[in-house]
């Protein structure tokens, strides 16, 4: 896990566990029964792992209900946070250089199965968090 925030990210009225994880990269399940590779193909680093943003909603008692993980990113996630309102906030880095500076600040939002990108600024940063009147902070 690289980032984490306990936030409505759902608009449902409860909070749920965002997290911006690494793991062994798998390839869709429908690939199997395609000729052509997918989208996905090249969303790994040099280790074989890859970047996703998970959305759990804690259940008491050190459980969790899984309400969605999304597939291997194109840009993997440095970092993220929740904003006022449910905006999802992440810093983009690469697979090439994980571990370096965040280089793009995207802005998502819920559509009842994953985000939507309404956003994307670069930026050079490794920490992001609301400021004062809600908007995305960087440093």
């Known amino acids: 896990m690289r980032s984490s925030v306990l936030a409505d990210v759902t608009g449902d009225g409860a909070p749920e566990c965002v997290l911006a994880v690494w ?3 798998r390839d869709w399940r429908t690939a199997r029964w395609s000729a052509h590779p997918t989208p996905i193909q090249g969303n790994r680093d040099a280790r074989g792992y890859s970047s996703h943003v998970a959305v759990l909603r804690p259940l008491g008692g050190g459980r969790y209900r899984e309400v969605w993980v999304g597939s291997a990113l194109f840009q993997p996630l440095a970092a993220l946070t929740v904003l ?12 090439a250089a994980p571990g370096a500076p965040a280089r793009a600040l995207s802005l998502w939002h819920w559509t009842g199965f994953g985000f939507r990108l309404d956003r994307r600024a670069l930026t050079v940063a490794r920490e992001v968090q609301p400021d004062a ?3 995305p902070a960087v440093r």
């Open 23 to 25: 793991r062994p990269w």
């Open 84 to 95: 006022p309102g449910g905006t999802l906030a992440t810093l983009e880095t690469t697979y």
């Open 133 to 135: 009147q809600g908007r």
